[in-house]
């Protein structure tokens, strides 16, 4: 079965330098991505859930073994090459939203774009359609300070989609926010999921994430503990 | 992507608002200190020029080894033909003829019997001739005390301190006794028509001012000069224009063979002038350079401080793929942007500042009651050229470097690193 995985991890360590030895937080994982996955990292705290997720974000690389993502070899990327496969592939979404409070809503989204070639006209249309899909229309003008925790993960969720990425890497997108919003943000990524085949990658513990997960990938202590997808 | 920096920084007063005070702070000082600089400096130079030392001045090689001792016998002689030979060759100066001379003044009593003496400080200089500038190059009738200007032949001005250590009052006669060129014995009689104070000792103990025909009459000087005085007609004092100019006449006129051919020497050749003129010409320099290092810590600080604030935001960057050194250059392009505006205002400011001081200075004549040295009463800044980039380039240096300084944590460290950090 030779389809065309999107991610693939091979025998993937990561070890940290503690002290005089080290500690390793990833032990020979081993996984498969294809495209369009819903899928989550969960484990409790310290299981290497948000190591494993930066590795395939190319933020850092593993010590041994190999993680491929969108056909790059994550341990041979140079800084220069990783920056174009995040720049380019990727999105992120964060915790704590990371908006830049000097700007407003549109500006925010408008930023990774940026560093794209893309015309004013292509820029706004796509931060419109972006903005579009997470029902921010109304509030482009807004700065960060003035929305609610929702919003803001909203306007997290919109730069991360805004240029189309194949593949979004969300780090415990909901632990800021309350139940309610937590169904609004998952109910509108499942659907960018569907309609844009866009692959989310979670790292997660959050019981009300989980249950919206295709695929879910338990970790403890470094290692894939359990591998399963669920139908819904 | 540069708009968008500048959005944020118009938008983020952190951001900008502090390091543009530091900078506009930093630059002000150093405008306002180089234009105070070199106005008093300035001013003191030109004091000094006038009353004594000339931008450059023409002696005779023997004179120019014992300036000191006012050697009247060691003049230039033919001088009418020098000085017009100099207004031809070198038209950017003025040149005057002034005599410098020491002897006694005897005040007598009614009965001729001397009833007073002291030793004096001769200067004979064009008093009467009808556009004399010297006049006013002395400041002579601002400093004139008691009694009147010179109207006459024969008619002198003694100073004020002198005037009561003699007895003497404007109206009486005084005798000068000194020796000739050709060192005789000279004694002659002159009327005091008033007294004057300069404000600073050298002149104020002992001086006695007389028309240069007068001392030339006294002194059996005819058509013969102690010094011939080159003031540039701009007005101040250019080093590179004197250094230039005395070596073309010294070339063309003075003979190291003939101890009494002339010889020109410019203002900095001079005494302690040239340690001043240096003195003022490198502290500048100095303040540059100290306001450099001290803005450069401070922003420094600064840019550490507002790094730490934008942590997150040079976090997302990362993660949506840009380059650190791509980051770096964009906080280095907005230091250039905070560099250029605090640089800009700090300059206007000091140079408002520079241009108070300048018009109305600073009156120090309670403090200088006896000065030794000749310095001007009022201080005052000057605007010079200089004045308007100087400070420029130690505020826009000075800002970028802070944060070349403190963005090179960022640079250094390894994206993941940096990114964990930035996470949280
Ligand atoms: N740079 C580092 N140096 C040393 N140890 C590290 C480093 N980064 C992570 N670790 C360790 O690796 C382990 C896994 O960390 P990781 O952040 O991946 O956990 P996590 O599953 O995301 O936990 P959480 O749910 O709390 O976010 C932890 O024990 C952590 O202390
Ligand atoms: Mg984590």
């Known amino acids: 079965m030779e389809t065309q995985n999107q991610i693939s991890i091979n025998k993937l360590s990561k070890h940290f330098p503690v002290g005089g030895g080290k500690f390793t937080a990833l032990k020979e994982i081993n996984l498969n991505f294809v495209e369009g996955e819903f899928s989550g990292l969960v484990g409790p705290s310290g299981s290497g859930k948000t190591t494993l997720l930066n590795i395939i974000g190319s933020l850092d690389s593993p010590s041994e073994g190999e993680a491929i993502v969108l056909g790059r070899a994550i341990s041979k990327l140079s800084t220069k090459a990783s920056a174009k496969l995040r720049k380019e592939e990727l999105g992120f979404i964060f915790q704590s939203y990371n908006l830049l409070p000097v700007y407003t809503v549109y500006e925010n989204v408008e930023f990774p774009l940026l560093l794209l070639n893309m015309s004013a006209t292509e820029r706004k249309n796509a931060v419109m359609e972006a903005l579009d899909w997470v029902g921010l229309i109304p509030k482009i003008k807004s700065k960060p300070p003035q929305l609610s925790g929702g919003e803001s993960q909203r306007v997290a969720i919109a730069r991360a989609m805004v240029k189309k990425p194949k593949l979004v890497l969300a780090d415990e997108p909901t632990a800021n926010l309350d139940a309610e919003n937590s169904f609004h943000i998952l109910e509108t990524m499942l659907k960018l999921n569907k309609d844009l085949k866009t692959s989310f990658l979670f790292a997660t513990h959050d019981e009300k994430v989980i249950k919206y997960l295709k695929r879910k990938i338990s970790l403890a202590d470094g290692m894939v503990a359990k591998d399963e997808y669920i139908s819904k | ?424």
């Open chain 2, 1 to 424: 992507m540069i708009r968008f920096i500048i959005k944020g920084l118009l938008r983020d007063s952190h951001r900008s608002i502090l390091p543009i005070i530091v900078v506009s702070l930093g630059v002000m000082l150093t405008v306002l200190m180089n234009a105070w600089i070199t106005g008093v400096m300035g001013d003191s130079i030109e004091f000094s020029a006038k009353f004594s030392s000339g931008h450059v001045k023409i002696m005779t090689r023997s004179y120019a080894e014992n300036t000191a001792q006012n050697p009247i016998d060691l003049s230039l002689s033919n001088a009418s033909e020098l000085e017009a030979s100099l207004n031809t060759e070198y038209p950017d100066l003025t040149w005057v003829e002034r005599i410098t001379f020491g002897g006694l003044i005897d005040s007598p009593d009614e009965n001729g019997e001397t009833k007073a003496q002291g030793p004096a400080l001769g200067m004979g200089i064009d008093l009467l001739s009808e556009n004399s500038e010297e006049i006013d190059r002395l400041n002579i009738r601002n400093s004139l005390k008691r009694g009147n200007f010179p109207q006459n032949p024969g008619e002198v001005l003694i100073s004020e301190q002198f005037s009561q250590k003699l007895g003497v009052n404007p109206g009486d006669e005084i005798t000068l006794i000194s020796s000739t060129m050709y060192g005789s014995m000279a004694i002659a009689n002159f009327k005091v028509s008033g007294t004057v104070a300069f404000g600073f000792a050298a002149m104020d103990r002992g001086a006695v001012i007389a028309d240069i025909e007068d001392i030339r009459l006294a002194l059996d000087m005819y058509d013969a000069t102690g010094e011939i005085l080159g003031f540039f007609n701009e007005g101040y004092f250019d080093r590179e224009l004197a250094d230039a100019l005395v070596m073309d006449f010294n070339e063309k006129y003075s003979d190291p063979n003939d101890e009494f051919s002339p010889q020109m020497v410019s203002l900095t050749d001079q005494g302690s002038l040239s340690m001043m003129v240096s003195y003022a010409e490198n502290m500048t320099g100095i303040i540059a350079f100290i306001f450099i290092l001290v803005m450069s810590i401070v922003l420094w600080n600064a840019g550490l401080l507002s790094g730490l604030r934008r942590y997150g935001e040079v976090g997302l960057r990362l993660a949506i793929g840009e380059e650190k050194g791509h980051i770096y250059r964009s906080l280095i392009s907005e230091s250039v942007v905070i560099g250029i505006i605090g640089s800009t205002t700090g300059t206007m400011l000091g140079l408002f500042f520079a241009y108070i001081l300048q018009t109305k200075g600073l009156d120090i004549s309670g403090m200088m009651d006896d000065a030794k040295i000749m310095m001007p009463t009022i201080m005052r800044a000057r605007i010079t050229t200089e004045t308007y980039y100087l400070g420029f380039i130690p505020g826009l240096f000075s800002t970028v470097l802070g944060t070349m300084l403190s963005g090179i944590g960022i640079y250094k460290r390894q994206t993941a690193q940096l990114f964990k950090e930035l996470e949280t």
